[in-house]
């Protein structure tokens, strides 16, 4: 119920920011959307007493840089690309890439930490770029044609 409760929330979220998305455009379409997220993130922890003063200080580089890594190019520059994308192609053909999120969490993975890559998980890719490539491609064999 959670991962359905996830890509409905996801499909309006993207449907919805699709008009915010045409008339200012990604990068602050994206911009608002981190704020706004990061804003209602830093009030819910701090009514649960899950953010401090003290947890922010005790921090180390490392983890701001994780933080900054995860913020700039796991959020920040993906989001972008996506919005990007529904200029061009539209919600519904640009939602089929947020599958590429596990996959490439899978190979930074391996890439960055050395984890261990299974038989499981280059099956699994396989399925998420075949996946995308047929939910993309009659589309794109008709515009070839010149049907859409």
């Known amino acids: ?3 359905f409760g996830c890509v409905l929330g996801w499909g ?3 449907l919805f920011s699709k008009g915010l998305n045409q008339t200012l455009g990604p990068l602050q379409t994206v911009t608002y959307s981190i704020l706004l997220g990061t804003l209602m993130l830093c009030i819910t922890s701090t009514v649960r007493g899950e953010l401090s003063v003290a947890a922010l200080t005790g921090l180390g580089a490392q ?8 913020g700039v ?3 920040a520059l993906a989001y972008i690309d996506y919005y990007d994308g529904i200029r061009k192609i539209g919600a519904t053909r640009s939602g089929v890439f947020i599958a590429l999120n596990p996959l490439t969490a899978v190979l930074l993975g391996a890439l960055l930490l050395g984890e261990q890559l299974t038989l499981a998980m280059y099956l699994g890719g396989g399925l ?3 996946g995308i490539f047929l939910c993309n491609k009659p589309l794109a064999q008709a515009t070839k044609k010149g049907i859409v």
């Open 128 to 130: 998420i770029l075949t």
């Open 12 to 14: 309006i979220y993207s």
């Open 1 to 3: 119920m959670l991962i």
């Open 73 to 75: 190019l796991g959020s």
């Open 63 to 70: 983890q701001w840089l994780s933080l900054m890594y995860l």
